[in-house]
Every structure is written in structure tokens, then in C-alpha cells.
């Protein structure tokens, strides 16, 4: 059974850091892309990040291009989000999903396995 657990999330001011982390279980990341989504209230999920191992590539929104760092640790199946420069636009639930046939997407309905949610909240 494929776990996603996200955790990290918290109050931060403007132009603070965060780091997320995705503990993974059930399944292999060398067969999967995994990425980060966010959800503000009000708004529709959109993508932030995610990672093709087997391809070795990742891709950002450009909303957070050279503000959020994706990474992660395969052998140990974790995900991180490493977010520096945070706006209060920035606040959302942050999602941590994974899919064996999504590639290098960010939109939410090509992953199939999603977490709970941890939230950032980015004061001004």
C-alpha cells in the first residue's frame, strides 16, 4: 500500500525559510515521479515541484523557481521541500503525491497517491 506523510509545515514570517519533508512506503522511487502541490483556500491545487528519479530531472512552477528546492533521499523513500524567500501568497496546505506514469507533470489529476496535507502559513 502506497503511505505519503508530510510533515514541516508551520508559521513563518515573509522572507523565512521552511523545510518539508514526504516520508514515502509501499513502493519504489525509482519507478515513481513525486512532487509537492499546494491548495490555498478558496484556490484549486496547483503544483509546485516535482522529481523523476529514473529520469533524473525535476520541474518547478514558476511561481517558485529559484525560491524552492526539490530533492530527495531514495534510499531511505523521503521527499523534501526546501523553501526559502516564503511570501504570504506562498500560504497553503502543501501535499506531498506520487505517480509511476505522471513524468515530469504538475497537474494534480495525473498522480494517483496524495498525503494529508501539512500547513504553511506565511505572515506578512
Known amino acids: 500500500e502506497v503511505q505519503l506523510v508530510e510533515s514541516g509545515g508551520g508559521l513563518v514570517q515573509a522572507g523565512g525559510s521552511l523545510r518539508l519533508s514526504c516520508a514515502a512506503s509501499?513502493?519504489?522511487?525509482?519507478?515513481?515521479?513525486i512532487g509537492w502541490f499546494r491548495q490555498a483556500p478558496g484556490k484549486e491545487r496547483e503544483g509546485v515541484s516535482c522529481?523523476?528519479?529514473?529520469?533524473?530531472?525535476?520541474t518547478y512552477a514558476d511561481s517558485v523557481k529559484g525560491r524552492f528546492t526539490i530533492s530527495s533521499d531514495n534510499a531511505n523513500n523521503m521527499l523534501y521541500l526546501q523553501m526559502n524567500s516564503l511570501k504570504p501568497e506562498d500560504t497553503a496546505v502543501y501535499y506531498c503525491?506520487?505517480?509511476?506514469?505522471?513524468?515530469?507533470?504538475?497537474?494534480?489529476?495525473?498522480?494517483?497517491?496524495w498525503g494529508q496535507g501539512t500547513q504553511v502559513t506565511v505572515s506578512s
Open positions: 503525491a506520487a505517480d509511476p506514469q505522471a513524468m515530469d507533470s504538475l497537474y494534480p489529476y495525473e498522480y494517483d497517491y
Open positions: 509501499g513502493f519504489g522511487f525509482d519507478d515513481y515521479t
Open positions: 522529481i523523476s528519479t529514473s529520469a533524473d530531472s525535476t
